[in-house]
Antibody
Framework: EEQLVDSGGGSVQPGGSLRLACAASGFTFSNYDMHWVRQGSGKGLEWVSAIGTDGDAHYPGSVKGRFTISRENANNSLYLQMNSLGAGDTAVYYC??????????????WGQGTMVTVYS | ETVLTQSPGTLSLSPGERATLSCRASQSVSSTYLAWYQQKPGQAPRLLIYGTSSRATGIPDRFSGSGSGTDFTLTISRLEPEDFAVYYCQQYGSSPYTFGQGTKLEIK
């Protein structure tokens, strides 16, 4: 079964850091671009980072300079290092895949999500 | 940044009825890069439609997508009880990839 399992969420004070992880199984991880998408409580979906199969990373302005996405193809793992966290970063974070070399393909497999709470 | 606006915010219908959900983009989106997702409470989103009109694996044919340019539509031909959920459109052609704010489909 193709699967993504998110972990690493928790509670942190403003200004703190957290590292999320995503374990992939059941498919060839190195063939996929990987993304993180978050969702605040009762809110919509927000894309927060992407990393290509070659390690090329992209971020929206809201997290650029604070978040770092990385991957280890040998371990089928994706990471998100989050620094300088604020209340606006409180959300469920989802790991998502998108097939490389398939322009029409979108986010077809999602992790179950991991909750990040920034409290004061 | 491409802003996606979904309408209506909430749609109240009965099982067996037809549902039409709209997604309007602030600038033209290639039909290659428009997707729809379904989300139920406490669950991750599920891909329904990609490339404007292609159904994802396992999605029943009562779900269909159409549109071009700035106007896209998700149609559910005959609502089943399990279809009542929140639906999001997404453009993934240009970074930042953006989602609409969602349409809640509720039982009337």
């Amino acid at each position: 079964e193709e699967q993504l399992v998110d972990s690493g969420g928790g509670s942190v004070q403003p200004g703190g850091s957290l590292r999320l992880a995503c374990a992939a199984s059941g498919f060839t991880f190195s063939n996929y671009d990987m993304h993180w998408v978050r969702q605040g409580s009762g809110k919509g979906l927000e894309w927060v980072s992407a990393i290509g199969t070659d390690g090329d990373a992209h971020y929206p302005g809201s997290v650029k300079g604070r978040f770092t996405i990385s991957r280890e193809n040998a371990n089928n793992s994706l990471y998100l290092q989050m620094n300088s966290l604020g209340a606006g970063d409180t959300a469920v974070y989802y790991c998502v895949r998108r097939r490389r070399g398939c322009p029409r393909c979108s986010f077809d497999i999602w992790g179950q999500g991991t909750m990040v709470t920034v409290y004061s | 940044e491409t802003v996606l606006t979904q309408s209506p915010g909430t749609l109240s219908l009965s099982p067996g009825e037809r549902a039409t959900l709209s997604c309007r983009a602030s600038q033209s989106v290639s039909s290659t890069y428009l997707a729809w997702y379904q989300q139920k409470p406490g669950q991750a989103p599920r891909l329904l439609i990609y490339g404007t009109s292609s159904r994802a694996t396992g999605i029943p044919d009562r779900f269909s997508g159409s549109g071009s340019g700035t106007d896209f539509t998700l149609t559910i031909s005959r609502l089943e009880p399990e279809d009542f959920a929140v639906y999001y459109c997404q453009q993934y052609g240009s970074s930042p990839y953006t989602f609409g704010q969602g349409t809640k489909l509720e039982i009337k």
